[in-house]
């Protein structure tokens, strides 16, 4: 019996085929590139090692969490700020409003109100009201962005390797248009494993009314052990945000006790959670097959890379691991672009399994029969 995967883009085939270990070993380097290296400045990396143990297999990348900020409404149309957060003094709490109003006038919005205020800590707060329009004419309104996480399912068994497949992914990230804030390595279970945030178009369905403007609260992901370091990485990730195109508020360290400080942004964008949809998704792939060696699953890994970048999905990362029979497999993990489809959305991409229809007595006969499918949906 015969069996064979292949990605087909909605109304057009898209063909399976093989690139050599050379061209697959070229796009590897083209993907380790500049990107990557200039992410290393911000990555989090804890100290130490562990002893090396093998590859675990894959598990599927964690759903995302966006939290929308509940404003207290403002005058019509406006939206009130105003972080939780307090200055000891006065002049603190006037540089960082200041720098807040900056940023929303530099975003196309119209500051209607900014004051402050003593909170009953004794401290001082600030709060502040805009809303859009009457801005400076030549700013770019807030677009509609989001920020998703990307969490590997891979666990290595030393932080070293950990932070290669980081950097490989980053650029993959990079590569696909995609601008990744933030990256970084963890101990997870008996190994190391890393995780990253990047910026990404929203589609709204076709006929939906235009999404308002929104209030964003996105807790960047790893933990840090002094609020002194967590706070000297803020202008790197508000640098990697205005490249992302996001409408920053206000950047912040939140101290959630001992050894667990993080960076907090607050963002505006045009985006409605559970109604619109990321342009790109990341999805999982896992072959069904199993290989007696190693080499045998990376050469079809590999093949599987160069079907998935000629249907126009993009892969983040893949790897090659050791099965509890002791053979081997391989999965992909894959950016699904979405499109509008009649009056929803959905993926742009179909995957389907198919399998032979009458078992083949010979191997030979088999990839046969293989081949012709493949070239038949090639046409």
Known sequence: MIKTDYCTAIGERARLCRVS???????????CGAAAESLAACLGRRRGREPSRPEAAPRAPAPPVVQAIA?????????????????????LAQGDLSA?????????????????????????????VFKEGGGPAEAPAPGPLTIRPYVSGRVFPSQDAAQTA????????????LVVVNAATAARGPGWSFALEHSVD??????????ALRLFRHRCQGAYASTAECRALLPLFQEALRRARLAVVHAYVLDEGPGNCRP??????????????????????????????ASSAQAERDARLAAFAGAGARAVDSHVF????????FSIDYLMPMQALNAGLGEALVFERLAGEEPSAFETTARAELAEEVRRLGE
Do not use: K, M, N
């Open 21 to 31: 270990l050379a061209e697959t070993a070229e796009r590897l380097r083209r993907y």
């Open 71 to 91: 404003v207290a409404p403002g005058r019509q149309g406006a939206i009130a700020y105003s972080p939780a957060l307090g200055w000891q003094t006065r002049e």
């Open 100 to 128: 807040c109003v900056d940023r929303l006038e530099a975003a196309g919005l119209a500051v209607e109100e900014a004051r402050i205020r003593q909170r009953a800590a004794g401290d001082y707060g600030f709060s502040i």
């Open 166 to 177: 980081l950097r490989r992914c980053a650029a993959a990230f990079a590569d696909a248009g």
């Open 202 to 211: 929203v589609l709204r369905a076709p006929g939906a009314p235009a999404a």
């Open 264 to 293: 907090v942004v607050d963002y505006i964008s045009r985006y409605e959670p559970g109604r619109d949809e990321p342009a790109a998704q990341v999805r999982t792939y896992r072959a069904e097959q199993s290989y007696p060696l």
């Open 322 to 329: 050791e099965e509890p029979s002791g053979h081997y497999s």
